[in-house]
């Protein structure tokens, strides 16, 4: 399969397998005017199968959630048909708010007032702490 | 760092320099009790008991009318404005204003530190929920400072439910950071301590050892902390009363550990401590909750910038 080359734009590459529709959908790119590509299971010689976008715009990405989502991903961004950077996401070093702790007995899950509050502790595993009741939280598997 | 103003949610906020500052100023108070009665003159301590404590709340206002000051609060949350639905960090800031320092305990993990992003005084955490209750482990320091007139190179061996007990791991955690202390963890086999807390003395490089008989863990021992085995941690009350007997410390089994050791517990005991061993020369626990009082005094004045000054 072939897709023409962008002129200026975004390809996020090596997206886990299985993850592009997920990332597609939280950058909302079923609804813009520009073209738009979803490549799922591309062949990858560091991977074995990934996924790819590309985006024939240039258009905001909030890197941290795309650290969140799949911290294996690359984005590049294109101007006149060559990669002009690379920019690899990191994951962020505190989270408030996205969800919620997992620990039933955690005041953040009770206290009105109060919303979630995690800092971050192993970047390899995306280990999490809650700042109030010091339980580790794994997002490897969490969807956002 | 100043201990003036600070908050207590852990002890591991605190250096052990700090810890020991609290502990010797609470040795020096346990020798003059009565001494102090004009330190905190003036001062209002608000002791916010969303649950039912009565040893560690009782302990607290103690500590706070021993030092001259007065106490307002609430002892169990049916009286409390938590049942009107009021938020927590509302009421921490409405208490900001009716009190210099606020002692609180509350069911949920997590609750100090909360409380302490909405207050302007220090606030101690007087347990919350599973997660940490420092004053106590403190209280067990100033113990082991007063017997050994030191808190580090000592053989501890901490015996029952090791697996579910706040207690053991809070004293595993805190004593590890100063030097020399090595420990032997008696329990059942399913009763061990958490993986979690395993791969950390692992990565501290602690000196410990875990068995599952009584007697020969405390042969070389300086300090034998017992703790209860609760019925619930079971599978099977079958199970339970199989193992329960293996973990009761009587003057019979005591009789091969050394003479100067001492034997610890928090309180309060059911059944796992025989009334025989009370006379025992090697019974401290009734002098372990005793502690209780000078340990929080010496915090109270610290915190609130009264202790030498
Ligand atoms: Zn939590």
């Not at chain 1, 905001?60 to 048909?81: C, F, G, S, T």
């Not at chain 2, 405390?218 to 009363?241: C, G, H, N, P």
Request: overall charge neutral.
């Amino acid at each position: 399969m072939k897709v023409k080359a962008i002129d200026r734009g975004i390809v996020i590459d090596h997206i886990t397998a299985g993850k592009g529709l997920e990332i597609f959908r939280k950058l909302k790119l079923k609804n813009v005017h520009f073209p738009v590509v979803l490549l799922m299971n591309v062949a990858s010689t560091r991977y074995g199968k990934k996924d790819v976008i590309k985006v024939e715009n240039r258009i905001d990405l909030d890197m941290e959630m795309l650290a969140l989502m799949d911290h294996q991903l690359i984005v590049n961004i294109i101007e006149n048909n060559v990669v002009a950077e690379k920019r690899k996401p990191s994951l962020p070093r505190h989270i408030k708010g996205l969800f919620n702790c997992e620990n039933p007995r955690c005041i953040s899950n009770e206290d009105p007032y109060v919303s979630s509050s995690f800092v971050r502790i192993d970047t390899e595993k995306k280990t999490y702490q809650c700042i109030y009741c010091e339980e580790n939280v794994s997002l490897m598997d969490k969807r956002f | 760092m100043e201990l003036k103003g600070r908050k207590m949610v852990s002890l591991n906020e605190f250096t052990t320099n700090e810890i020991e500052e609290i502990v010797d100023a609470a040795l020096e108070i346990s020798t003059d009790i009565t001494g102090y009665g004009k330190l905190l003159q003036g001062y209002i301590m608000g002791a916010l008991f969303y649950e039912a404590s009565t040893r560690t709340r009782l302990s607290f206002e103690s500590a706070m009318l021993r030092l001259g000051g007065k106490v307002v609060g609430f002892a169990d949350a049916s009286t409390s404005s938590s049942k009107k639905g009021e938020s927590l960090a509302d009421t921490i800031r409405v208490m900001d204003d009716y009190c210099d320092i606020i002692v609180l305990r509350h069911p949920k993990e997590g609750s100090a530190k909360l409380a302490g992003q909405f207050s302007t005084v220090p606030i101690i955490n007087a347990g919350d929920g599973g997660h940490k209750h420092p004053t106590q482990t403190l209280t067990d320091l100033v113990t082991l400072k007063k017997e050994f007139a030191r808190i580090s190179n000592l053989k501890i061996a901490l015996c029952g439910d090791l697996r579910f007990g706040r207690t053991v791991h809070s004293m595993l955690e805190t004593l590890s950071r100063w030097k020399g202390n090595s420990f032997v963890l008696i329990s059942p086999e399913k009763l061990r301590i958490p993986e979690w807390l395993r791969s950390n003395l692992e990565e501290m490089d602690i000196d410990f050892t875990e068995i599952t008989d009584l007697e020969t863990g405390i042969e070389r021992a300086d300090v034998l902390y017992m703790t209860r085995i609760q019925k619930e941690r079971f599978f099977s009350e079958k199970e339970y009363l199989k193992l329960k007997n293996a973990y009761i410390l009587d003057v019979k089994r005591l009789k091969n550990s050394p003479s100067e050791m001492i034997v610890m517990h928090p309180l309060p005991r059911v059944n796992e401590i025989d009334y025989d061993v009370d006379n025992d020369d090697r019974s401290r626990y009734f002098q372990q909750a005793a502690n209780g009082v000078p340990a929080r005094m010496a915090l109270l004045a610290l915190l609130l910038g009264r202790w030498r000054q």
